[in-house]
């Protein structure tokens, strides 16, 4: 027991997972999630280029408005992305990422088509401000669209996970004490 022999046959040092480069993964955006990601921050990137060129504006208040909400989007739609594909995904748990991609996603879709409709009201019609408004509207369905899916995805699972027996019987066992007393 004093040279530690005894040890060494039981224990063995953990092997240490294999190592990512840079520690990225695709394995939580698999199906229809990667895409729609992707769609999402390139559609936001191509409304604030789109938004940058414009060389004037008659009502510069909605302008402002969006430029502001499509380069948050955009920034926001590239930092869940990283949350996805990093270890940042494992440290925080599935359930708050979920929870914080619907609620960033919902907030964001609505903001930026608020900031689409008003930039479309105060726009002057040139063909750049146009197409900026265009894509801040199909910026914002991918947005919408992600968190419908997400809303029927989750529903339906509630409906698959549900039991049969869903009502409060008295019959049931698990209504039943455990020590029935005679």
């Known amino acids: 027991m004093e040279n530690g022999t005894v040890y060494n046959e039981t224990t063995e040092p953990q092997a240490k ?10 394995r939580h955006l698999r199906g ?5 990601k992707a769609f999402q921050a ?3 990137l191509l ?4 938004e940058e060129i414009v060389e004037d ?6 302008l402002y408005f969006f430029e502001f909400t499509s380069c948050s989007a955009c920034l926001m739609s590239l930092l869940i992305l990283c949350v996805y594909c990093t270890d940042v995904y494992e440290t925080f748990g599935e359930d708050k990422i979920k929870r914080v991609n619907f609620w960033a996603m919902t907030a964001i879709g609505v903001c930026f088509l608020i900031a689409s409709i008003v930039f479309a009201a105060t726009s002057s019609g040139s063909a750049v401000e146009t197409a900026a408004c265009v894509f801040g509207f199909l910026a914002s369905g991918a947005f919408l669209a992600e968190i419908s899916i997400e809303h029927f995805h989750s529903r339906k699972q509630n409906v698959d996970g549900r039991s049969e027996n869903s009502g409060n019987t008295q019959g049931a066992t698990e209504h039943q004490p455990l020590n029935k007393q005679s």
């Open 32 to 36: 229809w999630r990667l895409p729609a």
């Open 17 to 26: 997972p294999p190592r990512r480069p840079l520690g990225c993964t695709l």
């Open 57 to 62: 504006c008659m009502k510069c208040g909605g």
């Open 42 to 44: 390139i559609l936001s």
């Open 47 to 50: 409304a604030v280029i789109c």
